[in-house]
T-cell receptor, first 116, second 112 residues
Framework: GAVVSQHPSRVICKSGTSVKIECRSLDFQATTMFWYRQFPKQSLMLMAT?????????EQGVEKDKFLINHASLTLSTLTVTSAHPEDSSFYIC????????????FGAGTRLSVL | DAKTTQPPSMDCAEGRAANLPCNHSTISGNEYVYWYRQIHSQGPQYIIHGLKNNETNEMASLIITEDRKSSTLILPHATLRDTAVYYC?????????????FGKGTMLLVSP
């Protein structure tokens, strides 16, 4: 299947710093990428949907100024957690869907963010 | 997306077949059944999908009942590495631009 690369896999940062997470589709063009957050023992919760070249659509309750999403190309989307606080500590996962409404979404390996 | 119901947990002995059920009684005529799994601390992994015919790939087999109200994912020879949460999701075709809605899934524990 298609490969989605997510980097970094783990990050530990101090409170107040910003963290950027990259999501790349390696062998297909991803017109749509999704960003999820997962807390321990819970299911994935969608944060936002990003389409290449346009602004991301955020889910209710997700602060767009805190979680900046950029989908500048068909193979790269980034999520920046700005001014991170301990409550932002979570497992962040991206997924990508190809052109033509391809129904199969492929997921990155996830990024474990720990804010001290 | 149609709602699905899965048992919260299942056990399976290593080397035996794991049969994971999913009920989707409100599935619409054009909705597909997808299966994903999530191994601990990893992103979800696509397994298989189908519309009404049974499907098989290198990972698993998918059996869909004739009335399409339920399906079973079969891992023919479960290994310890198959321990994961398995998610059954139904969605219409050409919905790649919309998110997947994950329920609670089935936690499959494969034991030696």
């Amino acid at each position: 299947g298609a490969v989605v690369s997510q980097h970094p896999s783990r990050v530990i940062c101090k409170s107040g710093t910003s963290v950027k997470i990259e999501c790349r589709s390696l062998d297909f063009q991803a017109t749509t990428m999704f960003w999820y957050r997962q807390f321990p023992k819970q299911s994935l919760m969608l944060m936002a949907t990003s389409n290449e070249g346009s602004k991301a659509t955020y889910e209710q309750g997700v602060e767009k100024d805190k979680f900046l999403i950029n989908h500048a190309s068909l193979t790269l989307s980034t999520l920046t957690v700005t001014s991170a606080h301990p409550e932002d500590s979570s497992f962040y996962i991206c997924s990508a869907s190809g052109a033509g409404g391809m129904n199969i979404q492929y997921f990155g390996a996830g990024t474990r963010l720990s804010v001290l | 997306d149609a709602k699905t119901t899965q048992p919260p947990s299942m056990d399976c002995a290593e080397g035996r077949a794991a049969n994971l059920p999913c009920n989707h009684s409100t599935i619409s005529g054009n909705e597909y059944v997808y299966w994903y799994r999530q191994i601990h601390s990893q992103g979800p992994q696509y397994i298989i999908h189908g519309l009404k015919n049974n499907e098989t790939n290198e990972m698993a087999s998918l059996i869909i009942t004739e009335d399409r109200k339920s399906s079973t994912l079969i891992l023919p020879h479960a290994t310890l590495r198959d321990t994961a949460v398995y998610y059954c999701i139904v969605r219409p075709p050409n919905s790649g631009y919309s998110t997947l809605t994950f329920g609670k899934g089935t936690m499959l524990l494969v034991s030696p």
